[in-house]
């Protein structure tokens, strides 16, 4: 099966199907944010959809809650039941056989990432092994704790948008429902590597995020982060293509943007402070970079996601 024969489902494909593949107790946030507390899953449409292979083309946070259904991510087999957290990113494929009569979720996209104050960095060093974590089996407390969460948020977003601290309410809930979601998959990621051994290209990775993580804010060169490493650029760019399939360039600005848009919504810095806290010569500099990596200007990111 080519890529073209894919079906696939977004944001906008969602609101679609909104009233036959959820109860009325999934709520929207905006447009790119989508919160279902206790809801069916087991609806024809929904059904129809995942009983093929679909591209998903949202981030996506599933807890089963009632029911069974085997569910094949990138080519990997899983078993869904009650407890089980499914975590699709962008890209995934999936296909799905059974039902989950009844589940929690938190469906979004990138523009609703980019009001979130989530820092990722912790996750980096095993950025390959969190790669091929799709489903986790949580214990009765953990799935009753995270299922909570992801009520509180959906009953935060029902709630009187008028208030004053609405939008920041509902933005420090589903932060907290994300990283307890991080919290979770690390914890299964332990054991996973407790008993694997690191081969060298995996161990040079992650002694060039961990430089990446203290050196990010003044170093965007990969040469210097090879020169740190003793090995060549060249070796450097493509060992970090094999464990990741992203350019080591790519993980740099991946960072710079990620402290940027966290300074530009979260503190009263200028542009031009925020410009200088990263290393940049000017504030036009700036500008052209994150405008390259964010397809919009500081001044935009953070109008339109500063509420």
């Not at 009650?82 to 699709?88: E, M, N």
């Not at 990138?110 to 986790?136: A, C, D, R």
């Not at 990621?189 to 694997?196: E, G, M, N, Q, T």
Request: charged share 20%.
């Amino acid at each position: 099966m080519n890529k073209a024969e894919i079906d696939s489902f977004s944001m906008h494909f969602l609101h679609e199907m909104h009233e036959e593949s959820v109860s009325p107790e999934g709520v929207w946030y905006g447009n790119d944010c989508l919160v279902g507390c206790n809801v069916r899953g087991d609806s024809e449409t929904a059904h129809s959809v995942v009983s093929r292979p679909t591209r998903v083309n949202v981030n996506m946070l599933m807890l089963c809650l009632e029911g069974s259904a085997a569910i094949r991510c990138d080519m990997q087999s899983h078993q869904l039941r009650r407890g089980a957290l499914c975590v699709l990113k962008p890209g995934s494929i999936i296909q799905m056989e059974g039902h989950v009569e009844r589940l929690s979720l938190l469906v979004f996209g990138e523009s609703f990432t980019s009001g979130l104050n989530i820092s990722f960095q912790k996750l980096f060093p095993h950025y390959t092994e969190m790669e091929k974590l799709t489903v986790i089996n949580l214990e009765e407390p953990q799935t009753l704790r995270l299922n909570q969460l992801i009520c509180y948020l959906s009953e935060s977003i029902k709630s009187d948008s008028s208030q004053l601290f609405y939008h920041e309410c509902v933005r420090s809930l589903a932060s907290s429902v994300v990283y307890e979601t991080l919290s979770l998959f690390s914890s299964s990621l332990r054991s996973v590597i407790d008993r694997k051994q690191s081969t060298r290209q995996e161990e040079y990775f992650r002694r060039f995020v961990h430089l990446l993580g203290q050196n990010f804010r003044t170093e965007r060169r990969v040469a210097f982060y090879a020169e740190q490493l003793h090995i060549t650029p060249k070796y450097l760019g493509t060992l970090i293509v094999q464990q990741t399939g992203r350019q080591a360039s790519n993980w740099i600005s991946g960072y710079v943007m990620a402290e940027a848009k966290a300074l530009l919504l979260n503190s009263s810095m200028s542009i031009q402070e925020v410009a200088y806290a990263l290393n940049f010569p000017n504030q036009s500099f700036f500008g052209k970079f994150f405008k390259l990596h964010a397809g919009m200007s500081p001044g935009e990111f953070r109008l339109q996601n500063r509420l």
